[in-house]
């Protein structure tokens, strides 16, 4: 019962974004996914929640391919994502962000309030209910945007690079979040992230991409004693010195 | 500041804030200029009227009694801007900005044509409801009850269509739709009901301003939606482009002003009223390009 790629290439034109990526999450498990600018982390994500066809292989969700669905048809599946840019209706207080996402998948509209009050309150947001969304601090504004990704219940969550622009303690704030997302609710989560320490702190899997290959898989030990993996991050911060 | 003056003001700022939010509600889902929304209005005018082109105009659906007519309008004001929405505009959904509005103006044109051709360019004079022009006191003022009529109608739809926006399914996935499009659809918000949704609300708002301008003028004619689309579009940019309550709000202001402008501008000076109300948009919108209610997500954000 796991999320996964199998063999999976994705060419833009003459420019291959991604190469024989095979990868997978299982519920409750928390998966890194780290490499160098550009190594095609988010076309990662992309194809795994339907944001884009693969050119090869398969995108696999409970044992059915599920390659050709669209983004809505993939979140309604149970393969919610977040975005670089938290992208929440700013206009909107952050209850009815999260509302509008459960009827998005279907929910009647008083379902879907109280859906989303359970879960602010579960986050330890509920005082943030009535706000506009605009107006959030940064990190609310994050973990507001990982909310609306829990609505309706998924059974896996992609984060696209949660802790940019965040300190050490707020990071740290947003590991033990995405570890009771695994722990509590049996979601498997998809992590990309710069901050190889927030990554290696709450994964138990890790992948490492360059040049839209996968160089190294394994856990916190097998990537910190990598050869390949030293030399992809090595090379880059080479190149830009 | 009389009292007739605030009924004048009132009444005409109302009109003018239902057919702001006619241009909005569209705006705000589709970033699409909607054009072709005064002949909208002129299409529910003649729709009153039997289809001929005789100078004289022979009431059709305009002799059905009042709360059978008024549904029926709505509703036909409502189809046909569902209708435009499906034949027209969905074959357009991922076109620029620019080509939507170019293509609100050909539809626009298009059924300027098609009500020359059935009903002839001759204005006509339609009578209805002429018994609501009858003066009613209040206080002061000697108010017709065709204005009372309109300052409630408007009132009530401000009121209903808020609630709807704030409470129910619909209300809020057009809410989200309008604050970021791609994202609601990505979250599964059912893009073509919310669309056409406010395209129905539109068209619905479009014959609620015929109706009124029938009533008020009693005259059918093929450009008559011209005039007050302008006015329209130019209250949701003072508003603010895709904000509903600054539709509304710049609506009113506009109607208000030109009220006010007609009757305290010396008379020689009454001709050039227009001048003076679209000068003082000009200086509006020198002050706040962006309007005056731009809403959250069209601002850049850093």
Same mark, same amino acid.
């Given at each position: 019962?796991?999320?996964?790629?199998?063999?999976?290439?994705?060419?833009?034109? #003459?420019f291959?974004?991604?190469?024989?990526?095979?990868?997978?999450?299982? /519920?409750?498990?928390?998966?890194?996914?780290?490499? /160098?600018?550009?190594?095609?982390?988010?076309?990662?994500?992309?194809?795994?929640? #339907?944001?884009?066809?693969?050119?090869?292989?398969?995108?696999?969700?409970?044992?059915?391919?599920?390659?050709?669905?669209?983004?809505?048809?993939?979140?309604?599946?149970?393969?919610?994502?977040?975005?670089?840019?938290?992208?929440?209706?700013?206009?909107?207080?952050?209850?009815?962000?999260?509302?509008?996402?459960?009827? #998005?998948?279907?929910?009647?509209?008083?379902?879907?309030?109280?859906?989303?009050?359970?879960?602010?309150?579960?986050? #330890?947001?509920?005082?943030?209910e009535?706000?506009?969304?605009?107006?959030?601090?940064?990190?609310?504004?994050?973990?507001?945007?990982?909310?609306?990704? !829990?609505?309706?219940?998924?059974?896996?969550?992609?984060?696209?690079? /949660?802790a940019?622009?965040?300190?050490?303690?707020?990071?740290?704030?947003?590991?033990?979040l995405?570890?009771?997302?695994?722990?509590e !609710?049996?979601?498997?989560?998809?992590?990309?992230?710069?901050?190889?320490? !927030?990554? !290696?702190?709450?994964?138990?899997?890790?992948?490492v991409?360059?040049?839209?290959?996968?160089?190294?898989?394994?856990?916190?030990?097998?990537?910190?004693?990598?050869?390949?993996?030293?030399?992809?991050?090595?090379?880059?911060?080479?190149?830009?010195? | +500041?009389?009292?007739?003056?605030?009924?004048?003001?009132?009444?005409?700022?109302?009109?003018?804030?239902?057919?702001?939010?006619?241009?909005?509600?569209?705006?705000?889902?589709?970033?699409?200029?909607?054009?072709?929304? $005064?002949?909208?209005?002129?299409?529910?005018?003649?729709?009153?009227?039997?289809?001929? =082109?005789?100078?004289?105009?022979?009431?059709g659906?305009?002799?059905?009694?009042?709360?059978?007519?008024?549904?029926?309008?709505?509703?036909?004001?409502?189809?046909?801007?569902?209708?435009?929405?499906?034949?027209?505009?969905?074959l357009?959904?991922?076109?620029?900005?620019?080509?939507? +509005?170019?293509?609100?103006?050909?539809?626009?044109?298009?059924?300027?044509?098609?009500?020359?051709?059935?009903?002839?360019?001759?204005?006509?004079?339609?009578?209805?409801?002429?018994?609501?022009?009858?003066?009613?006191?209040?206080?002061?003022?000697?108010?017709?009850?065709?204005?009372?009529?309109?300052?409630?109608?408007?009132? +009530?739809?401000?009121?209903?269509?808020?609630?709807?926006l704030?409470? =129910?399914?619909?209300?809020?996935?057009?809410?989200?739709?309008?604050?970021?499009?791609?994202?609601?659809?990505?979250?599964?918000?059912r893009?073509?009901?919310?669309?056409?949704?406010?395209?129905?609300?539109?068209?619905?708002?479009?014959?609620?301003?015929?109706?009124?301008?029938?009533?008020? =003028? $009693?005259?059918?004619?093929?450009? +008559?939606?011209?005039?007050?689309?302008?006015?329209?579009?130019?209250?949701t940019?003072?508003?603010g482009?895709?904000?509903?309550?600054?539709?509304?709000?710049?609506?009113?202001?506009?109607?208000?002003?030109?009220?006010?402008?007609?009757?305290?501008?010396?008379?020689?000076a009454?001709?050039?009223?227009d001048?003076?109300?679209?000068?003082?948009?000009?200086?509006?919108?020198?002050?706040?390009?962006?309007?005056?209610?731009?809403?959250?997500?069209?601002?850049?954000?850093?």
């Amino acid at each position: 019962m796991v999320l996964a790629l199998e063999q999976v290439g994705v060419a833009f034109g #003459g420019f291959r974004a991604l190469t024989d990526v095979t990868l997978s999450v299982a /519920p409750g498990q928390v998966v890194g996914l780290i490499g /160098p600018n550009g190594a095609g982390k988010t076309t990662c994500v992309n194809v795994l929640t #339907g944001f884009q066809r693969p050119t090869h292989g398969k995108v696999i969700l409970q044992g059915r391919e599920v390659s050709g669905l669209a983004a809505h048809e993939m979140r309604r599946a149970g393969v919610a994502r977040t975005f670089q840019a938290g992208r929440l209706f700013g206009g909107l207080d952050v209850l009815d962000n999260l509302a509008c996402t459960g009827v #998005g998948l279907g929910l009647r509209r008083s379902v879907a309030e109280h859906e989303a009050s359970a879960l602010l309150n579960w986050m #330890g947001m509920a005082a943030l209910e009535s706000r506009a969304a605009a107006g959030l601090p940064y990190t609310d504004e994050r973990r507001v945007a990982i909310a609306r990704a !829990l609505m309706g219940k998924p059974r896996f969550l992609l984060l696209d690079e /949660p802790a940019a622009g965040m300190s050490e303690a707020e990071a740290a704030d947003l590991a033990a979040l995405i570890g009771r997302i695994a722990a509590e !609710l049996g979601v498997g989560c998809l992590l990309i992230e710069h901050n190889v320490g !927030l990554v !290696l702190s709450v994964c138990t899997q890790v992948v490492v991409l360059d040049g839209g290959r996968i160089i190294e898989k394994g856990d916190r030990e097998a990537i910190l004693g990598s050869r390949a993996v030293r030399e992809a991050y090595l090379g880059t911060y080479a190149e830009a010195a | +500041m009389s009292l007739q003056l605030l009924f004048d003001a009132l009444a005409l700022g109302g009109i003018y804030a239902i057919a702001a939010l006619g241009i909005a509600l569209i705006f705000g889902v589709m970033r699409l200029v909607n054009f072709a929304h $005064g002949q909208f209005i002129a299409c529910a005018v003649f729709a009153l009227i039997v289809p001929s =082109t005789d100078a004289l105009a022979v009431l059709g659906l305009g002799r059905l009694p009042a709360p059978v007519l008024i549904p029926l309008i709505l509703a036909l004001g409502a189809g046909l801007a569902v209708a435009a929405e499906a034949l027209v505009f969905r074959l357009m959904r991922n076109a620029s900005p620019v080509a939507l +509005m170019v293509g609100s103006f050909a539809l626009g044109v298009a059924l300027q044509n098609l009500l020359l051709v059935v009903y002839g360019g001759r204005p006509k004079a339609v009578s209805l409801w002429a018994e609501l022009s009858h003066p009613v006191q209040i206080a002061s003022a000697e108010v017709p009850l065709l204005q009372l009529i309109v300052i409630v109608t408007v009132a +009530m739809i401000l009121a209903a269509l808020a609630i709807m926006l704030r409470h =129910t399914r619909l209300g809020l996935e057009m809410r989200a739709a309008a604050e970021d499009f791609t994202m609601a659809r990505m979250l599964g918000v059912r893009a073509n009901r919310v669309i056409s949704g406010a395209f129905a609300l539109s068209g619905a708002m479009a014959a609620v301003v015929a109706l009124v301008l029938v009533a008020q =003028t $009693g005259v059918a004619d093929v450009r +008559m939606g011209g005039q007050i689309m302008l006015v329209a579009f130019i209250a949701t940019v003072v508003g603010g482009m895709g904000s509903l309550s600054g539709a509304v709000a710049a609506g009113l202001a506009i109607g208000a002003a030109s009220a006010f402008l007609q009757a305290g501008l010396p008379a020689d000076a009454r001709p050039f009223r227009d001048a003076f109300l679209y000068g003082g948009v000009i200086l509006v919108l020198l002050i706040r390009p962006q309007g005056l209610f731009a809403p959250v997500g069209a601002k850049p954000r850093v």
